[in-house]
């Protein structure tokens, strides 16, 4: 069973700065197989991110995500106000989904 | 616009069964494949159960495999989760999901989600 691990666990930063989320897996799992979500307080998780680098429907391009193998990252380039949440990383095979632990991105 | 409505939630004893249901509107539900994902109270997410849109496909996560079923009513547009054997671990919000499309099991759809409180 693949494992994921996110880090940081917290990130504070001010709005206009720059995020930069770690997801590491405890195999390689190539680089489709991959998804990224945004989850506030009392919300259902939005899909951001898919294959690594595709962004899901209406999501904005400060959005990207990248990386292989077993090393993944999602980036916001100029953090919003409405972007401070938790933000889950995703791996799914044909049979199995696991999710990572989480980072939360706060205002600082 | 695809809606995703869970309903059956509750308390419930240890050992207790349960059974959760969502409905599907908006998009074609028979051909997408559909997921149980749940939460913890303040915990991240795990992932419960999965199903094709023909049903012959289920799979399950460990911590919930002999104890929970997974079921879908294509005329009906209904997912469903039936939960038997209850344990306070099992206490968390239970959303339903939309898998984006055939082999890609990320979710573009989420529910609101259903709260189940296991506990004497």
């Known amino acids: 069973e693949v494992v994921l691990t996110q880090s940081p666990g917290t990130l504070s930063l001010s709005p206009g700065e720059r995020a930069t989320l770690s997801c590491r897996a405890s195999?390689?799992?190539?680089?489709?197989?991959i998804g990224w979500y945004q989850q506030k307080p009392g919300q259902a998780p939005r899909l951001l991110m898919y294959?690594?680098?595709n962004r899901a429907t209406g999501i904005p391009d400060r959005f990207s995500g990248s990386g292989s193998g077993t090393d993944f990252s999602l980036t916001i380039s100029r953090v919003e106000p409405e972007d401070f949440a938790v933000f889950y990383c995703?791996?799914?095979?044909?049979?199995?989904?696991?999710f990572g632990g989480g980072t939360k991105v706060e205002i600082k | 616009e695809v809606r995703l409505l869970e309903s059956g939630g509750g308390l419930v004893q240890p050992g207790d069964s349960l059974r959760l249901s969502c409905a599907a509107s908006?998009?074609?539900?028979?051909?997408?494949?559909m997921t149980w994902v749940r939460q913890a109270p303040g915990k991240g997410l795990e992932w419960v159960a999965a199903?094709?849109?023909?049903?012959?496909?289920?799979y399950y996560g460990d911590s919930v495999k002999g104890r929970f079923t997974i079921s879908r009513d294509n005329s009906r547009n209904t997912l469903s989760l039936h939960m038997s054997s209850l344990r306070a671990e099992d206490t968390a919000v239970y959303y339903c999901?939309?898998?984006?499309?055939?082999?890609?099991?990320?979710?573009?759809?989420w529910g609101q989600g259903s709260l189940v409180t296991v506990s004497s």
């Open positions: 908006g998009f074609t539900f028979s051909t997408y494949a």
């Open positions: 199903m094709d849109g023909t049903g012959a496909y289920i």
């Open positions: 999901a939309k898998n984006l499309g055939p082999m890609i099991a990320v979710y573009d759809s």
């Open positions: 995703q791996h799914f095979t044909g049979t199995f989904a696991t």
């Open positions: 195999q390689n799992i190539g680089i489709n197989s």
């Open positions: 294959g690594a680098s």
